[in-house]
C-alpha cells in the first residue's frame, strides 16, 4: 500500500532467479520514474528505453528491440498497469521456460482483447474488442516469449485506433511463423487493470485482502481508540482520543488522525496526512500530505498529496436514484459500474468550507473550489469553480407593520 505501482512489479521481480535484467519502457514523465527507480536498492539490473513516440505496446515492444538486441532466451512481457493478486505469478510462468501468455476469465470481455484457444490449450488467435465474443477469457497483458521468435513480425500496420498492437504481432507469429504459445489461466479476482480510475481503489482492496499484516509501527502513539479487524499504523502515525479504526484499513507513517474520526474498511491513507475532527472516510485512497478539515465526508473516492479539504467538505458517494455512478472519460460518459463512487480529487486542489461533491466528479490538480458550492461537473485542473448567488435581503415588518427592529428592554 502506499507505493506506485511500478514498485509492486520490481518487487515482484527482483524475486524471480531467471531474471537478470529489467528493461523498462518509459515516455511520459519519464524523468520521475527513473528518478524513483533510482532511488531505490535492487539486486536486478534495471535498464531504461525511452519510447519517443508512444504509437502502441507493438511499439513500445519493438523499441526495447532496437535497444537490446533480439535474444533467444525466454523474456517476460508484463503492461505496468496491472495490479495482481498473486505476484509469484511471474515466477512461475518464467520457471517453465515456455512461450505462454497469461488469460483471464471476465464478465464482459468487449472491451479486451479476446483469447481464442486450441484443442490442446495453445493460443489460436487474440479478437481486439469483439462485440459478439465466444469466449469470456482475455489478454491480461503478461507474456512470456522468445524474442527472435517474435521479432520479424513486430512491423505490423497501425489498428484503427492508429497504434501498433503487440497482439498483432502474437497473432501473425502464431498464424504465419507457428508459434506455439501456450495460455495460463488466473481467476478474476487476481487481476486488475487499472485503466479507470476506480480501478485504484479496486487495487487497494485487492492488496488491502491479499497482503495487509496486523501490525502497529514501533513509534505510532495511540490515545483510547477503537481499532476492529486487521489494520496497519505506521511509525510517527498519531491516533488521537475517540478515533474508530474499521479493518482492514492502511494508516502510513507521521500521520494525525482525530480526535473522533472514523475511518471504515478498506481506506488507505498515506504518510505525512491531516484528518481532522470527526471526519469520516470510507473505502478511500488518502495520498500523502493531503489535509483533511474537521466535519468532512468523503466516501470511495482519491484524494491526490496535497490536497487541502476545507471543513464540511462533503463527497458524495451515492447517486439520489441509486444508479450506477458515472464519470466522464475522454469526452464520453462512462459508467463505473458501481453503486457507489465518490471523487477523484488532483494534487494540491482545495476546497472551501461546507463544499458538497457530487458522485463521479473528477477535480483537475491546482485547482480551487469556492466555500459553499455544489460541484456537479468536472472542474479542469489551474480552475477556479465559483457560484454565484445573488444575496436577496427584505425587511421583517413588526405586528403593527412598521419596520422597527430595536431590541426590547
Known sequence: MCKPLILWHLDALEQVPEINEIIIVVGYMKEKIISLVNSLSLKKKIRFVEQEDELGTGH?????????????????????????????????????????????????????????????????????????????????????????????????????????????????????????????????????????????????????DKFLKDILGSNSKECPACIEGPAYIGDKTTIKPGTYIEGPAYIGENAKIGPNTRIRPYTVICNNTRIGFSVEIKSSLIMEHAKISHFAYVGDSIICDHVNLGAGTMIANLRFDDKPVKSLIRGKMISSGRRKFGSVIGSYAKTGVNVSILPGVKIGCYSWIYPGVIVAQDVPSHSFYKVLIKPYITPIKNEEGDEDHENAD
Do not use: C, H, M
Not at 520479424?152 to 497504434?163: A, C, F, L, M, Q
Not at 502464431?174 to 487495487?203: Q, Y
Open 60 to 208: 513500445a515492444v519493438k523499441t526495447a528491440l532496437e535497444k537490446i538486441g533480439v535474444t533467444s532466451e525466454p523474456t517476460l512481457i508484463t503492461y505496468s498497469d496491472l495490479f495482481l493478486g498473486k505476484w509469484d505469478l511471474y515466477f512461475t510462468l518464467t520457471s517453465s521456460g515456455e512461450s505462454a501468455i497469461v488469460g483471464v476469465p471476465v464478465p464482459d470481455p468487449t472491451n479486451y482483447g479476446v483469447l481464442y484457444l486450441k484443442d490442446n490449450n495453445q493460443l489460436e488467435k487474440i479478437v481486439e474488442k469483439p462485440s459478439k465474443p465466444s469466449s469470456n477469457l482475455i489478454n491480461a497483458g503478461i507474456y512470456v516469449i522468445r524474442p527472435n521468435e517474435i521479432s520479424k513480425y513486430i512491423d505490423t500496420p497501425p489498428s484503427p485506433r492508429g497504434e501498433i498492437e503487440f497482439t498483432d504481432a502474437i497473432n501473425r507469429a502464431v498464424s504465419e511463423g507457428g508459434l506455439s504459445i501456450a495460455v495460463k489461466t488466473i481467476d478474476k479476482e487476481s487481476w486488475i487493470d487499472i485503466g479507470l480510475p476506480w480501478n485504484l481503489l479496486e487495487a487497494n482492496k485487492l492488496a488491502l
